[in-house]
């Protein structure tokens, strides 16, 4: 019960990570805010819940819960929805920005570096870096004034390695920028006693990615040689290292990227 009391929003949590990260801050006894620009999301990608929805999950465990579909790209979306979860609970204390992902869109053509289509460039930034910005800037008010929170941005391993052929360029310069954010901010909201940091998870088995074809045996297989650990991720994996960056345990750790990937960032 680390987190009794407190308050937490997590973007993109109605299904995989998010819904990870949103269940293990439940557990530690914080009342959770659950958004996602859909609220089903789960149904997606074949992911089965305990409860009909993630809100009943988090209900089922004692805490308090709050469901909002919202639109992290749009301003105004995330100004409304930080303003509902402080008239209603009065208090943000913990915001983890998951939502984002490589995710594909309607005129996907990603390419290279040098050659990314325009409209998937934009798109992966939006739903990536600026939705992170707008929901950090959302939260600070509320925070500087309190004199106290925790921020902890999603970054990835893909932010941190070039990859070696210039291949998943908007996906990797998003996440490269959700880190230097966190730094930026982490200096900006220090003074205030609100620590920022983010997570660069790597090849974690989350219903996406599985959906995706990683959990196949030769997949896995040709994954798990490339890791020191020699075995993919779970979302618990994560979560741990959020409620690390939640509690007391980091509270002189700030403007820090701590990459979960089994040690694939620095092999």
């Not at 939705?131 to 970054?155: D, H, L, W, Y």
Request: aromatic fraction near 6%; charge should be neutral.
């Amino acid at each position: 019960m680390k987190l009794k009391g407190k308050t937490a929003l997590v973007t993109g949590a109605g299904r995989g990570l998010g819904r990870a990260y949103a269940l293990h801050l439940a557990r530690l006894g914080a009342a959770v805010v659950v958004n996602d620009i859909d609220l089903n999301a789960a149904q997606e990608c074949g992911e089965t819940l305990s409860a009909p929805t993630v809100m009943d999950e988090i209900t089922a465990l004692g805490r308090r819960s709050l469901g909002i579909e919202a639109d992290v790209t749009q301003k105004t979306a995330v100004e409304a929805m930080v303003d509902r979860v402080l008239a209603t609970w009065g208090r943000i204390d913990i915001l983890v920005n998951n939502a984002g992902g490589a995710l594909r869109h309607p005129e996907d053509r990603p390419g290279t570096a040098s050659g990314a289509h325009e409209a998937h460039y934009r798109f992966i930034m939006d739903i990536n870096l600026t939705g992170t910005v707008f929901c950090c800037q959302a939260v600070s008010g509320a925070m500087k004034e309190a004199r106290n929170g925790r921020i902890v941005n999603v970054a990835s391993q893909a932010g941190m390695w070039s990859g070696g052929d210039g291949g998943g360029m908007p996906y990797k310069v998003a996440k490269a920028g959700v880190i230097q954010y966190t730094r930026v901010l982490a200096a900006e909201l220090g003074p205030f006693g609100v620590n920022v940091n983010c997570i660069a998870p790597g090849f974690i088995l989350s219903s996406r990615a599985i959906a995706g074809g990683r959990g196949e045996p030769q997949v896995r297989e040709a994954l798990e040689a490339r890791i020191p650990l020699r075995r993919l991720g779970v979302p618990e994996d994560c979560a741990r290292v959020v409620e690390f960056l939640v509690t007391d345990l980091s509270d002189y750790v700030t403007g820090q990227c701590i990459p979960v990937c089994g040690g694939f960032v620095g092999f």
